[in-house]
C-alpha cells in the first residue's frame, strides 16, 4: 500500500504562484505514474497533470509528463525520486484554479482519468482570489 500527504496549499491572489507537494511513503518500489487532481465545490474531480514514476529511487532519466490543457504552460509536474516527492508549481494562477487539491499514485499508464488511480492523499486547498 502507498500512503501520500500533501502540503502546500493556501490562499493567494491571482497571478501568484503556489508549489505544492505530496510525499509517498509504503510501498514506493512499483514503476507507476503519478498525478494532481482538483476538485472544485460542486464538480467533478478533473485531472491537472500526471508523470511517469520509476520503481528505482536512483532512476535519472527524462519522466513523460501530460497536462490538462486548463493548466498547460502554468503548472509544472515534477518529482524527486530519491526523496519520494511529487511537486506540481504553479504559476500564474486564476480564480478557476480554486479547488482541492490531491495527489494520486498507481496507475499503469499516465492517463488523467481518477478511476486509474488506487491511492489518494487526502488533499491540500488552494484558493485563488
Known amino acids: 500500500h502507498v500512503q501520500l500527504v500533501e502540503s502546500g496549499g493556501g490562499s493567494v491572489r491571482a497571478g501568484g504562484s503556489l508549489r505544492l507537494s505530496c510525499v509517498a511513503s509504503?510501498?514506493?518500489?512499483?514503476?507507476?505514474?503519478m498525478a494532481w487532481f482538483r476538485q472544485a465545490p460542486g464538480k467533478e474531480r478533473e485531472g491537472v497533470a500526471a508523470?511517469?514514476?520509476?520503481?528505482?529511487?536512483?532512476?535519472?532519466?527524462?519522466?513523460?509528463?501530460y497536462y490538462a490543457t486548463s493548466v498547460k504552460d502554468r503548472f509544472t509536474i515534477s518529482q524527486d525520486r530519491a526523496k519520494d516527492t511529487l511537486f506540481l508549481q504553479m504559476d500564474n494562477l486564476k480564480p478557476e484554479d480554486t479547488a482541492m487539491y490531491y495527489c494520486?499514485?498507481?496507475?499503469?499508464?499516465?492517463?488523467?482519468?481518477?478511476?486509474?488511480?488506487?491511492?489518494w492523499g487526502q488533499g491540500t486547498q488552494v484558493t485563488v482570489s
Open positions: 494520486a499514485a498507481g496507475a499503469t499508464l499516465s492517463t488523467l482519468i481518477p478511476q486509474s488511480y488506487p491511492h
Open positions: 509504503g510501498n514506493t518500489l512499483t514503476s507507476s505514474c
Open positions: 508523470i511517469y514514476r520509476s520503481g528505482s529511487p536512483t532512476w535519472s532519466g527524462i519522466s513523460p509528463t
